[in-house]
């Protein structure tokens, strides 16, 4: 059974830094795939973890997706402008895909979002996230252009796409 908390103690913010880092790994290993492109993975996952404590305020949220085996998930969400909410860093590990945690990770920040008075929620992602974009299209995330807060992908930047969720 799938459990997602907002991570606030030092044993879930460990599980949290090693989901990252296998994120982050993830994407790096993707972008030489897709695009033969040889990014620094210790770099983006020091950058990731400079800035969590903006997730951790109380105007943002770390979330971690728990099943009984042991972590599963992460999605981080964060206040980028008055109202406007941004979501970063959502990942299922390999194995627990196909379980619907990514869809209960987009529902919760959907729902704190709202909780936040946040009147929309932003995103960025790149091209080869292609089934991640299914998961927010079906959310209700429509496409949308850049935004001035989004993060400066470098070499990337060709290959993101940017989508946008109106709360009610």
Request: charged letters at 25%; zero cysteines.
């Amino acid at each position: 059974m799938t459990t997602i908390v907002r991570a606030i103690n030092a044993g879930d913010l460990a599980a949290v830094r090693d989901l990252l880092g296998e994120y982050l790994a993830w994407v790096v290993a993707e972008a030489k795939i897709h695009y033969g492109m040889e990014l620094d993975g210790q770099a983006a996952l020091e950058y990731s973890l400079g800035d969590i404590e903006t997730y951790l305020s109380s105007r943002g949220r770390v979330f971690l997706a728990q099943e009984d085996e042991g972590p599963a998930g992460i999605a981080f969400m964060r206040e980028i402008r008055a109202n406007v909410g941004e979501i970063k860093r959502m990942y299922v590990r390999p194995a627990y895909r196909g379980r619907k945690i990514g869809q209960g990770l987009i529902k919760r920040l959907i729902e704190d979002a709202g909780d936040l008075g946040f009147s929309a929620l932003l995103l960025d992602s790149t091209q080869f996230m292609a089934s991640a974009h299914a998961l927010y299209r079906a959310a209700g995330f429509t496409d949308t252009d850049a935004y001035p807060e989004a993060e400066d992908h470098g070499a990337l930047t060709e290959f993101v796409i940017h989508m946008k969720y109106e709360l009610p």
